[in-house]
Nanobody
Framework: QVQLVESGGGLVQPGGSLRLSCAAS????????MGWYRQAPGKQRELVAT???????NVADSVKGRFTISRDNVKNTVYLQMNSLKPEDTSVYYC??????????????WGQGTQVTVSS
C-alpha cells in the first residue's frame, strides 16, 4: 500500500519561511509527477507547483519567485520551500503524486494535508 505522508506545516509570521516535505512509503512503485496543491476555507483546491520525474517544474503565478518545488528520487520525497509568506498563503497544503504500484495502473495519490497559517 503506497502512502504519502506530509510534514512541515505550522504557524509563521508574514515574511517568514516554511519547508513542506512529502514522502512516499510502501514498496514496488514508480513515482512520476509530484506536486503541491492548497485549499483555503470556502475555496476550491488550487495548484501550487508541480515537478516531473525529470525535474521540470511548473509554479503558480501567485507564488512564483517565493515558492520552490524540488524532489529527491532516492528518498521518494517532494519538497516545497516557501519564502516571503503572505497571509493569503494560509491554506491546507496537499501533496500529490502520480504513482504506478506493482500490478496496478498509474493513479493519483494524495497526502493527508498539512495546515499552513501565516499570521502575526
Amino acid at each position: 500500500q503506497v502512502q504519502l505522508v506530509e510534514s512541515g506545516g505550522g504557524l509563521v509570521q508574514p515574511g517568514g519561511s516554511l519547508r513542506l516535505s512529502c514522502a512516499a512509503s510502501g514498496s514496488d512503485f514508480i513515482i512520476y509527477d509530484m506536486g503541491w496543491y492548497r485549499q483555503a476555507p470556502g475555496k476550491q483546491r488550487e495548484l501550487v507547483a508541480t515537478i516531473t520525474d525529470y525535474y521540470s517544474t511548473n509554479v503558480a503565478d501567485s507564488v512564483k519567485g517565493r515558492f520552490t518545488i524540488s524532489r529527491d528520487n532516492v528518498k521518494n520525497t517532494v519538497y516545497l520551500q516557501m519564502n516571503s509568506l503572505k497571509p493569503e498563503d494560509t491554506s491546507v497544503y496537499y501533496c500529490n503524486a502520480r504513482i504506478k504500484a506493482l500490478g496496478q495502473p498509474a493513479s493519483d495519490y494524495w497526502g493527508q494535508g498539512t495546515q499552513v497559517t501565516v499570521s502575526s
